[in-house]
């Protein structure tokens, strides 16, 4: 056979547009001995592939193949997944509660314990709270009268602003 007829036909070929016929016609022609010898690396290439037609199968090859598809393991791969959901939901609630826990111990430090009553007696626990009643009552006194001082502040205001109306 020509070999630019082989070679447009491997062109062909390399491009998958070749018809059975076509692709029967290069086979015949790489596995006989009269090659051309710029074209032996793809000699070797059709031979593999004769050689591999040949090779028969196991006959129970076809049979483990589709035994290991159908049973696949899942038992085992879904332990295993199953356990790792566990432990993150585990990790999860154990960061949960320590995080509570530490949160709760700073709280307690910052606020003080709890009132604890000083006075035994409840006459003198009276005596007490007008004492500071009195004090409070005393220093409203007091606020009260600097109240009013600003009020005679603010009148003496509005009297000179009234006067630097009426002189302009």
């Known amino acids: 056979m020509d ?6 036909l491997l062109e062909k070929y390399w491009n998958c547009q070749t018809t059975v016929d076509e692709e029967r016609q290069l086979c015949q022609y790489f596995t006989s001995d009269n090659v051309a010898p710029e074209l032996s690396h793809v000699a070797e290439l059709f031979r593999y592939f004769n050689e591999e037609k040949s090779k ?3 006959v129970n090859f076809a049979m483990k193949v589709t035994k290991r598809f159908q049973k696949p ?6 332990s295993l997944t199953t356990i790792k959901s566990v432990f993150r ?3 999860g609630i154990f960061v949960l509660v320590v ?3 530490l ?4 709280i307690q430090k910052t606020y003080p314990k709890e009132i604890i009553d000083t006075y035994v007696d409840p006459k003198l626990a009276f005596e007490e709270t007008k004492k500071a009643l009195f004090l409070i009552a005393e220093s409203f006194g007091k606020a009260k ?15 000179v602003k009234d006067n630097i109306v009426k002189k302009n």
């Open 73 to 78: 393991e899942v038992a085992r791969t879904t």
């Open 145 to 159: 009268n600097e109240a009013s001082k600003i009020i005679m502040f603010e009148k003496a205001e509005e009297t």
């Open 3 to 8: 070999s630019e007829i082989i070679k447009q």
């Open 89 to 91: 939901i585990a990790a």
């Open 99 to 101: 995080a509570t826990i």
């Open 103 to 106: 949160i709760r111990n700073e």
């Open 56 to 58: 028969k199968s196991d």
